[in-house]
């Protein structure tokens, strides 16, 4: 399936693609555009948009579009839950100091996006770091 959202990728942006990646579509075609070109290329194309105003798969109720996405695809896994919360806090500046992983996160995300402009080669490094946050919040819900 193709999916579309805004380009220059950052916390939301690049848990999105993870969470569709590993979880949702592991044949995912990603396609990043301008914000006032999303609907337009999921009209032209039939991608599914996301992470963008007013779209199904975007911030709604005071959630970001990680959030969203895990209750539309009904994702119940624990370690996602709680990475959940990490990226929520990173990614809504007003709720930063909820979670302490948050600020590392951010941190991250903005060394990559400097690092890494082009939002496909930033995605192919970032995802590493989204495995590893996932692998932690395993042991994390474990107890361990």
Known sequence: MKWVTRSHVHVDRVACPWLISRFIDSEADFIFVPKSQVNKVAEETGAIPFDAPGVALGHHNGKCSFETIIGHYDLTDRALLRLAKIIHSADVRADREDDPVAAGLEAIAVG????????????????EVYDALYAWCRLQVAGK
């Open 112 to 127: 990559y996006s400097l690092r890494f402009p082009d939002d496909y080669e930033n995605l192919a490094h970032q995802f």
